[in-house]
């Protein structure tokens, strides 16, 4: 086996649909998310971003993995990777992409690629020491996920130095395949106010589902959960996350895309006519991902965010989808509705250079000093 870095998705030796297979039904490492995001966020302003695809191959040359990944060059000149999708878009349960049954291999292979001190004469004569990496910044990666964990294993192994700090919990729903069987996963005091919630729902004099079903409803569909989410976050003081003009953008983008490939869920709740919640989410492969959301802050009385979780289930399980994730954040509500956590980690790796080592060291330092500082805040009343 080799690996070979590609330095664009033109370079690439896979059509999308086989890109899409070797992710292995896990939505935020398709194709048409990637490819999309790197189009809104490669630039910012400084051109440091570069495209880190790294290829596994067999001995016959047929990719049998790949690492989807980019580099930023810092203003020092460190080369930090990260995986495309990162951000502010928070894509989860990223990883390694290859076959089941492979990740052993595939993650050893880039271990032992990343782990090779460049550059030499060699590789600048070459022009592989554009290769160069310093440090390794990945979020909200799986505890569980066997070829991640054997990756940083590999390069511990081969003298880089790793830091993994648990990160926060993505939260899963095991769907089962009726509605009465679901309420029964629930307290009684939840089931009763799912109930409630329900007929409510089913209250099509007062309330009305719409969901975007063709390209000539869209604009609505997104108006509307893009109005009510910024009034929603703007009410408490904050921004919104579609107050980014590249966020906006990327969604807007990918949305489309996602809606003509049949895996867009984009739908609103209305009482008497006017819009008091809308739900952004993905449907790929049994699984349904409750990406984003809008409640309208003058209709709370209502109880919005509890009737949509309630249609969101009984559509899900209506066409026998078997799970429900909810992905990153530690919520409430996410374990109220019955969703197990799935712990991720945060996890920094530097090369086994000197240089990173030490620029290691020191950010090791400045984390140090700044728990320590929140602490001594928190325990003299000045940090909530």
């Known amino acids: 086996m080799y690996v070979s870095r590609m330095t664009s998705f033109d370079q690439v030796p896979l059509a999308p649909a086989e890109w899409d297979r070797l992710a292995g039904g896990r939505f935020f490492l398709t194709w048409t998310w990637l490819e999309c995001w790197w189009r809104h966020y490669r630039q910012d302003g ?21 690492a989807p990944w980019y580099l930023e060059r810092t203003a020092t000149g460190a080369g930090v990777v990260r995986f495309l999708g990162s951000g502010e878009v928070c894509s989860d349960h990223q990883t390694l992409l290859c076959p089941p049954g492979r990740e052993t291999e595939v993650a ?19 022009g592989q020491a554009q290769d ?16 991640m964990q054997f990756l ?10 790793l830091d993994r700090q648990p990160g926060l919990n993505c939260w899963l729903l095991d769907l089962p395949t009726n509605w009465d069987e679901f309420l029964g996963l629930l307290s009684k005091n939840r089931r ?20 975007v079903t063709s390209a000539n409803e869209f604009e609505q569909g997104w108006s509307t959960l893009v109005g009510l989410h910024q009034r929603r976050w703007q009410s408490l003081g904050e921004p919104g996350c579609f107050a980014s003009e590249r966020f906006t953008s990327f969604h807007h983008e990918v949305a489309k895309k996602l809606l003509e490939r049949g895996e867009l869920r984009l739908w609103w709740l209305e009482h008497e ?21 809008g409640l309208d802050p003058e209709a709370l009385a209502l109880e919005p965010g509890r009737m949509t979780q309630v249609a969101s289930k009984q559509w899900a399980i209506a066409h026998g989808l078997q799970r429900f994730d909810y992905l990153r954040g530690d919520e409430k509500y996410k374990s109220n509705w019955r ?21 290691h060291g ?9 728990s320590w500082i929140k602490t001594g805040l928190r325990k003299a009343g000045y940090a909530r």
């Open 46 to 66: 400084s051109n440091r971003h570069e495209l880190y695809i790294l290829g596994v191959y067999d001995d016959a040359g047929r990719v049998v993995g790949l």
């Open 152 to 161: 940083f294993d590999q390069l511990a192994i081969r003298n880089c130095l």
């Open 192 to 211: 009763a106010q799912a109930r409630k919630a329900a007929a409510r729902v089913a209250d099509t004099e007062h309330f009305t589902c719409r969901e």
């Open 273 to 293: 006519g006017r819009p008091i919640s809308a739900e952004y989410q993905f449907v790929y492969q049994g699984t349904i991902h409750g990406y984003q959301s």
């Open 362 to 370: 020191v950010w090791l330092a400045k984390r140090n000093v700044k």
């Open 339 to 359: 969703a197990e956590p799935v712990p991720t980690w945060n996890v920094r790796v530097a090369a086994p250079r000197v240089a990173a080592r030490f620029a």
């Open 108 to 126: 050893g292979a880039i271990a032992e690629w990343l782990a090779d001190e460049r550059p030499t004469v060699s590789d600048w004569l070459t």
């Open 132 to 147: 160069r990496w310093d440090h390794l910044e990945f979020d909200g990666i799986d505890q569980t996920d066997a070829a």
